[in-house]
């Protein structure tokens, strides 16, 4: 089939978020200038550069994250792990501004090192990050899509030894790193494989 999404899909459910997947999950948390702290997740989130490193969330409407890294240009995108992902959805609650999903959620926050929002105490891996930009990004009519691009340095890196292979690897099939798919499914890491990047010429 072929559709034009301006037209409409004619299925039961859009399938866009489910070809574009899976997507990881940025679990970020933020702190406001008066204190408030925020966790939320975020499924259009991804890294954007290694050098220097560089991520981003994208919020559909500014949502209390973009309100609080506005307010202090920082945040810590936590990562999901597989026995995390039920308290990981609590934490996409509407709750009010000044209410901690952390306590909602049953999660622990972590004092962070070089920024002010906490990171979740139980989460396999944490990166701290420092605000570079806030995009707004428009649509082919010139408008603003009503769409928040939150993009920020990593200036520190948490990880929790347990997720260590004996090697130095991070284990992401023992993290069970969880990754949004569409509709209301989810996926986890339990296998991976490995290829070498040819070298030109090769066979």
Not at 19 to 35: A, E, H, Y
Not at 110 to 124: G, T
């Amino acid at each position: 089939m072929f559709y034009e999404p301006s037209k409409g899909h004619g299925l039961p459910h859009d399938p866009f978020k489910a070809i574009v997947s899976p997507r990881p999950i940025g679990w970020i948390s933020t702190v406001g200038k008066d204190g408030a702290v925020n966790l939320a997740p975020y499924s259009f989130f991804n890294a954007i550069s290694s050098h220097p490193h560089l991520v981003l969330f994208s919020s559909e409407g500014e949502k209390d994250s973009v309100s609080f890294v506005r307010e202090t240009s920082e945040f810590v995108a936590n990562l999901v792990g597989r026995d995390l992902a039920s308290r990981m959805s609590r934490t996409a609650v509407n709750a009010p501004r000044g209410v901690s999903e952390f306590g909602y959620a049953g999660l622990t926050p972590a004092p962070s090192r070089l920024v002010k929002p906490p990171r979740v105490a139980e989460a396999p891996a944490a990166l701290e990050c420092k605000v570079t930009e806030i995009l707004e990004p428009k649509g082919l009519d010139g408008g603003h899509a009503g769409v928040f691009v939150v993009v920020g340095e990593v200036v520190g890196i948490h990880i929790d030894e347990a997720f260590l292979t004996p090697d130095g690897l991070f284990d992401a099939v023992k993290a069970g790193n969880v990754a949004r798919l569409g509709y209301m499914d989810y996926s986890t890491i339990d296998s991976t494989f490995a290829m070498r990047r040819p070298r030109w010429g090769e066979d």
